[in-house]
């Protein structure tokens, strides 16, 4: 019998906001363990939630982009369990009235190869809630340690339908998710940090079969590709164990290990009823006004694949470009910028090249691993904006733009600047550059080539115009060059 596995996504978020969803103190990463809390976070006996409005903002904001319906009346849950992650026995959610019901992820699949859009699918989505994170524990070999500060902050939980049907769809909605949301802003989504977490869950049907089989949750993947890694290692699992009855698939919580590339079972799964949700009696239920909601939606950016279809359809640009180009904000911005300053004068492909090629090479050169920020980098859209007019004006060559850009992106000169400073100029002078052509022409090195060319082969002479670009330091036009040589070798 063939087997097609199922898959649904609980994806959560860490929304940037200041402070924690019910109290004041401040959210932030990397501070020294337990130093963000306070009675509220701690659960202590008397204390008070105050809800964060600016959290509640950002979840309409993403249910707004993905297309979700807003509620006009949410509420707030205790999810009860007792476990060392949380300082209280109840996690305050959303259970039956979330903030967003419904809505959509626009994905991408892997396309033919790489300069080729792959498909476009959505994947549907259950309901997007809004509660509190819960402290992070670090195991040792006979103790385990606790941190709460990043208890109480705001999360914000994103659900799939069962809707997903291999590891490549689910690599494709995460980075599609991801994407949406450090765009707009909501969310850095820095898996290492534990700001976007996932728990994929899997079952496997028989092929044709509209039932969905015993799922299993997977926990701890901290990257995107770890995701992708262990839901497929947990499909093979899962069919091996229904095809050879080696194995019984129980719904439980199985742990992905990173480094044995293996999951592993943890707990057997509760039912919802075993979490006793019950209604906050300290926090009243949230509307949110029809014209707030419309102020929010017109607030929203422009999504990346909105983005990338308008640089496709409106500028012509190539799949390759526009592919590195949208998913970054910044990067797309900085683009644009440095077109808009080109007033007119400037290819979209030109400026587009020299930021996903020459800008983004420089950022990632730079020391320490990882990319340098935009706004580290010396390098300004009006640097590429006046590069590119210099080279399309003729008034430097391409080759020569390449060596005024790593001078600008060393000194912070502006191009024009570095041109005359170092005199890069191309030459003009048809009479110095003739002479240089016709002694290359010359040269019995040559000979072969230019025998070749008059028999015909017109690509031969193409050999030729490197030694003449290396007599003008790289400042002759190519195109002149090519029309002096033929005239040259026309004459012999
Ligand atoms: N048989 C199944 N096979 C695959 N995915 C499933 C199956 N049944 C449910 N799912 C998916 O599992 C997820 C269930 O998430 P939900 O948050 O509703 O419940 P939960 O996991 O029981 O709760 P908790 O938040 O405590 O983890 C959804 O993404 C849903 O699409
Ligand atoms: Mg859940
Ligand atoms: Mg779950």
Redesign the pocket.
């Known amino acids: 019998m063939e087997y097609e596995p199922?898959?649904?996504?609980?994806v959560h978020v860490q929304l940037k906001t200041r402070s924690k969803m019910f109290t004041r103190v401040a959210y932030a990463y990397g501070h020294e363990p337990n130093t963000l809390t306070n009675p509220v976070v701690m659960g202590m006996p008397g204390t008070l939630p105050v809800m964060n409005k600016e959290a509640v903002r950002k979840t309409v904001q993403l249910g707004l982009m993905l297309g979700c319906k807003i509620a006009e009346t949410c509420k707030w849950d205790r999810k009860n369990y007792f476990y060392p992650d949380s300082p209280k026995n109840y996690q305050l959610s959303q259970f039956d009235q979330p903030i967003c019901e419904g809505g959509e992820v626009e994905i991408e699949m892997l396309g033919a190869s790489r300069n080729v859009m792959g498909d476009h699918r959505t994947v549907e989505l259950?309901r997007i809630h809004l509660e509190e994170d819960v402290g992070k524990l670090t195991h040792f070999a006979t103790d385990s340690l606790v941190d709460y500060n990043r208890a109480g902050a705001a999360l914000c939980e994103i659900?799939?339908?069962?809707n997903l049907y291999s590891e490549d769809e689910v690599y494709a909605f995460m980075t599609a998710l991801r994407n949406m949301i450090v765009t707009a802003g909501l969310s850095d989504c820095d898996m290492e940090k534990g700001q976007m977490r996932c728990?994929a869950?899997?079952?496997i049907r028989p092929v044709g079969s509209k039932t969905?089989?015993t799922?299993v949750?997977l926990k701890n993947m901290n990257s995107i590709s770890g995701v992708r890694n262990a839901v497929a290692y947990e499909i093979k699992r899962q069919i091996r164990a229904l095809t050879t009855g080696y194995e019984k698939i129980v719904q439980e919580t199985r742990r992905w290990d990173p480094v044995a590339l293996e999951t592993e079972s943890m707990r057997m799964k509760e039912e919802?009823h075993d979490y006793r949700y019950f209604p906050d009696p300290d926090l009243m239920p949230v509307s949110i006004p029809a014209e707030q909601i419309e102020k929010i939606r017109s607030e929203i950016p422009e999504m990346p694949f909105d983005r990338q279809r308008r640089y496709m359809n409106d500028m012509d640009l190539p799949y390759t470009i526009t592919s590195v180009l949208c998913p970054e904000r910044e990067l797309a911005e900085f683009f644009e910028e440095a077109l808009a300053l080109t007033k007119g004068k400037g290819e979209p492909k030109a400026v587009a090249n020299l930021v996903v090629n020459e800008l983004i090479r420089d950022l990632s050169a730079a020391e320490g691993g990882g990319r340098q920020s935009l706004s580290e980098c010396l390098v300004t859209p009006a640097h590429v904006a006046e590069l590119v007019l210099l080279i399309e004006g003729g008034v430097i060559t391409k080759q020569i733009g390449k060596d005024v850009w790593v001078e600008m992106a060393t000194s912070g000169k502006m191009p024009a600047v570095i041109v005359d400073e170092k005199g890069l100029k191309a030459s003009n002078d048809s009479g110095e550059l003739a002479t240089i052509v016709a002694q290359v022409v010359a040269d019995p090195k040559h000979e072969k080539a230019i025998t070749q060319f008059k028999e015909g082969n017109k690509k031969a002479l193409n050999s030729l115009i490197g030694p003449v670009m290396k007599a003008t330091q790289g400042k002759a036009n190519p195109q002149q060059i090519q029309q002096l040589m033929r005239e040259a070798v026309a004459k012999l």
Request: charged share 25%; net charge negative; glycine share 10%.
């Open positions: 199922v898959i649904g996504l609980e259950t659900v799939t339908e069962p728990d869950n899997i079952s969905l089989g799922k949750e919802s």
